[in-house]
């Protein structure tokens, strides 16, 4: 839960009153238009890889249209190479054996069109070269956009195969940002294995993207993100609505196995220490435990324009995404130590 953000300000609040905080920072449109939509129609219990794959792309600004298909390309390409340079995942891209053919197809276009395109940067500059090749090869040959994020992926496979530098260079993390970086693993992250949460719920496979794969609190985060998407979904709710829900989520987890609390409050160095707590206690200006959701909906609407910022500030693509991100985590952790402090099992 705590950011660098966090520690400083909670300390700045103090205890001194305040107007009621605005919340037009949360109804604007980035939250309710991109994250929404792609949250509302990302449940892919029964969708195949790709599919799942393209639901989740689609929260960091990438539509699977013909539009974008240079950009997706991109991005699987990069996937693909990945793939090639990670042991023991070969074997991931022979379910599309058959469209290795394709894969290959694109790879020798991209190969002819290199040397008439110049740009520093390697990601800038593949794209540049799908674009073209795409362009080239005729959306009617891929047939799907589907198909031509795996015919790149392989092409991104063979890429390294034949030690073909461009290729080698977009598998380089450097300088890539995080979002970046989650892109072009997307595949790999595949290919090792996705939680339940993750494989019926794309909301909750990209916001568990920002915890450590594997920990305690991703495991936590993931299972309760799913859960409230599924249940906003059957009541056509609104994002708001998913948000609150992470209080509702983050108290069931408290009343859940102690032994699996413990080890999230140990994981994240909040055990002992209870940074978050004192920091909700600061924002609310009384005992968390006695806090109503109104009270941490009040005390989340004046700590993100403190902690976070820099993300009002701009406007891009993933601006959404991570507003419901901090926002759900916030209450996920408001709702869960209120339940603690509840159950007395809080030393402070």
């Not at 940002?177 to 339940?196: H, K, P, R, W």
Request: proline share 3%; glycine share 8%; aromatic share 12%.
């Amino acid at each position: 839960m705590k950011t660098e953000n966090t520690e400083s300000a909670a300390h700045g609040a103090g205890h001194q009153s305040s107007p009621a905080p605005s919340n037009d920072w949360l109804t604007a449109p980035e939250p309710t238009d991109r994250f929404w939509t792609a949250a509302l129609e990302g449940q892919t219990h029964e969708s195949t890889p790709i599919q799942r794959i393209l639901c989740c792309i689609r929260y960091h600004g990438y539509d699977p249209d013909w539009d974008e298909a240079h950009r997706l390309a991109n991005i699987a390409w990069a996937n693909g190479a990945v793939l090639a340079t990670t042991d023991d995942n070969e074997s991931y891209l022979d379910q599309w054996a058959h469209l290795s053919g394709l894969g290959r197809h694109l790879y020798e276009t991209a190969q002819t069109i290199y040397p008439g395109i110049y740009y520093l940067e390697p990601v800038i500059r593949q794209r540049y070269i799908l674009e073209e090749a795409v362009a080239r090869i005729g959306s009617e040959t891929f047939g799907t956009v589907g198909n031509l994020f795996v015919a790149a992926l392989h092409a991104g496979r063979i890429g390294i195969e034949e030690s073909d530098l461009q290729t080698g260079l977009l598998s380089v993390p450097e300088d890539y940002s995080a979002d970046e970086v989650f892109l072009m693993n997307i595949c790999l992250m595949d290919s090792v294995g996705l939680n339940l949460a993750e494989q019926r719920e794309s909301v909750a496979w990209v916001l568990g993207s920002f915890y450590r794969r594997n920990g305690h609190e991703y495991s936590a985060l993931t299972e309760a993100s799913a859960n409230s998407i599924a249940l906003v979904r059957q009541g056509v709710g609104s994002p708001l609505e998913f948000l609150a829900d992470g209080f509702v989520q983050g108290g069931n987890f408290a009343r859940g196995d102690r032994a699996v609390v413990r080890n999230l409050l140990e994981e994240t160095g909040e055990l002992g220490k209870w940074s978050t707590l004192n920091m909700f206690r600061k924002f609310t200006r009384m005992d968390p435990g006695e806090a109503t959701f109104e009270d941490a909906w009040q005390a989340l609407l004046e700590w993100f324009p403190i902690a976070h910022g820099e993300i009002l500030s701009y406007s891009f693509h993933q601006k959404g995404l991570y507003i419901a991100r901090h926002c759900y985590d916030f209450l996920f952790w408001f709702g869960m130590i209120r339940q603690l402090i509840r159950d007395k099992l809080v030393a402070e």
